[in-house]
C-alpha cells in the first residue's frame, strides 16, 4: 500500500479536466493529495483546485508524456487519451490506472464487444461491420429491429442508430462499427465498481437510468434501484466480473441492460467516474470520486453504503441556446433542504451540454425523484440574450 500521501510531493495526475476531474478534485483537496491536471482547454472545469494545470492535448504523444513525468500515478477521467505514451510511461515505473491495454480496448466499442465475447460476459448480439460494403453483406442476415453502433467517436448516444425501418438503415456512415441485437429491455442500470492494487473490491449500490424522451441522453438516475435484491446482486456480480477481466485498478462504471426475462446485459464500461454515480457524493458514505482516487493510490476503499434515496438530475443546454452561459431560476432551490446544485464551470452552453447536475436526497426515492424534476425544470441553462449569446 502507498504511504504518506497527504501533505507530501507525491502527485496524482489527472488526465482530463472536465467536470469528472473537477469532482475528483474535491477529494484531492480534502486530503490535501498534491494534483496537476492536463486538459486541452484553458477554460477547462478542472483548471481550479489544482496545484498545476497544464493545457495540452490528450490524445499527443508528447504531451501526454511530458505531463506524465512530473506525476508519480496518473489516472483519467476520459477515455480519448494516448495509450501509447500510458504504455511508455508504466515502463518508466508510473503508476497508470486503467491499465493501458485495458483502456485500448474500451475505446473502441467493437473490441469491447469482442472482450465480452471472449470472456463469456452477458451481452447482446453483434457483427463487427467496417463500412458500407461489409454492412451490404451484414444486413441480409439482420431483420429489423437492429443497432448501429460506431467503433469510436461516440458518446451520449451519437454514434448509435437504432434501426426501425429501412429508413433508418440509409443513416448508418459508411464508417467501423457492428450491428448490435435491438434489446427491448425493462430497465437501464448502472454499478460503479472499484478496485485498489491490492485487490479490495468494493461496488456501489445499482442505480436506474431513465432517458430523456428524444435526446437519447440520460436525464435522471435513480437509487436505490427498483430491482429485486436478487437481480441487484447479480448485476453486481457481472460488473465484478467485468472489472476483474479488464484487470482494472481505480472505477469501471458498469452500464447493464435488464430484460423482461430477466437476464442482464453489459451494454458498455467506463473505466473512470460516471455520469451514474454524481448522487454518491451527497448519498452514499464514500463519494464514486473518493473511491477512484483511493483505488488509485492504493488507499483503503471506504463504504459504498447508501445513506438515503437520491435522484440525480443532469442539467444540460437548454434547446435553442448556444454562447456564454447564464443560470436562471435556481433561487427557490436554494432555501429547500436535500436539494444539491452542482455547476461544472463551462463557460460556453449549447443545447444538451451537460453543464451541471442537481441530486436531490430525500426519505423516499418517489420524493427525491419529484424535487429533482422540479429542479431540473426550474434552472434554465441559457444565455443572456442575443447580444452575449445566439439564439439559435
Ligand atoms: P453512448 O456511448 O453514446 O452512451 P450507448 O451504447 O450507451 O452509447 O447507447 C446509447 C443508448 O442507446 C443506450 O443507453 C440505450 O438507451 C440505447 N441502446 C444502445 N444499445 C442498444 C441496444 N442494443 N438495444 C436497444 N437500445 C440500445
Redesign the pocket.
Known amino acids: 500500500m502507498a504511504k504518506n500521501i497527504f501533505s507530501t510531493a507525491y502527485t496524482l495526475g489527472i488526465l482530463g479536466g472536465g467536470q469528472l476531474g473537477k469532482m475528483m478534485l474535491y477529494t484531492a483537496r480534502k486530503f490535501d493529495i498534491r494534483t496537476n491536471v492536463l486538459d486541452p482547454s484553458p477554460d477547462a472545469p478542472g483548471q481550479y483546485g489544482a496545484h498545476k494545470f497544464v493545457v495540452g492535448d490528450l490524445m499527443d504523444y508528447q504531451a501526454v508524456m511530458d505531463f506524465g513525468a512530473h506525476c508519480d500515478t496518473l489516472c483519467i477521467e476520459i477515455e480519448s487519451v494516448n495509450v501509447q505514451a500510458l504504455r511508455d510511461l508504466r515502463a518508466m515505473g508510473k503508476k497508470v490506472h486503467p491499465n493501458p491495454d485495458s483502456l485500448e480496448i474500451i475505446q473502441n466499442?467493437t473490441k469491447q464487444k469482442k472482450f465480452y465475447a471472449d470472456h463469456g460476459i452477458p451481452t447482446?448480439k453483434f457483427e463487427i461491420v467496417d463500412g458500407h460494403d461489409a454492412l451490404k453483406t451484414a444486413l441480409s442476415k439482420w431483420s429489423l429491429p437492429f443497432?448501429w453502433?460506431a467503433s469510436t467517436g461516440?458518446?451520449?448516444?451519437?454514434?448509435?442508430v437504432?434501426c426501425r425501418s429501412t429508413e433508418d438503415v440509409k443513416l448508418i456512415p459508411d464508417a467501423p462499427g457492428m450491428l448490435?441485437?435491438?434489446?427491448n429491455?425493462d430497465l437501464?442500470v448502472s454499478v460503479i465498481v472499484a478496485q485498489n492494487e491490492s485487490g479490495d473490491i468494493t461496488t456501489f449500490p445499482v442505480a436506474d437510468q431513465e432517458?430523456h424522451p428524444t435526446a437519447?441522453q440520460v436525464e435522471y438516475v435513480l437509487c436505490p434501484s427498483v430491482l429485486t435484491d436478487d437481480m441487484q446482486r447479480k448485476a453486481q456480480e457481472i460488473a465484478i466480473t467485468t472489472a476483474k477481466a479488464y484487470d482494472i485498478c481505480g472505477l469501471l462504471a458498469v452500464?447493464l441492460?435488464v430484460t423482461p426475462a430477466g437476464e442482464i446485459l453489459v451494454?458498455?464500461v467506463a473505466p473512470r467516474p460516471h455520469n451514474s454515480g454524481h448522487h454518491t457524493i451527497e448519498a452514499c458514505y464514500t463519494s464514486q470520486f473518493e473511491q477512484h482516487i483511493r483505488a488509485v493510490l492504493d488507499l483503503p476503499l471506504g463504504s459504498t453504503e447508501l445513506k438515503c434515496p437520491a435522484v440525480m438530475a443532469n442539467l444540460v443546454g437548454a434547446e435553442g441556446y448556444a454562447g456564454n452561459v447564464i443560470y436562471d431560476g435556481y433561487h427557490d432551490l436554494l432555501n429547500e433542504a436535500g436539494i444539491n446544485i452542482h455547476i461544472y464551470g463551462k463557460a460556453q452552453t449549447r443545447p444538451y451540454r451537460k453543464m451541471g447536475h442537481v441530486t436531490a436526497i430525500s426519505n423516499s426515492r418517489d420524493e427525491a425523484r419529484a424535487k429533482a424534476e422540479w429542479a431540473k425544470n426550474s434552472i434554465l441553462v441559457k444565455t443572456q440574450d442575443n447580444a452575449l449569446g445566439q439564439k439559435l
Do not use: I, L, R, T
Open positions: 466499442k447482446a443497432v453502433k461516440g458518446y451520449d448516444g451519437f454514434g448509435v437504432v448490435e441485437d435491438f434489446v429491455f437501464e432517458f437519447n452500464e441492460f451494454n458498455e
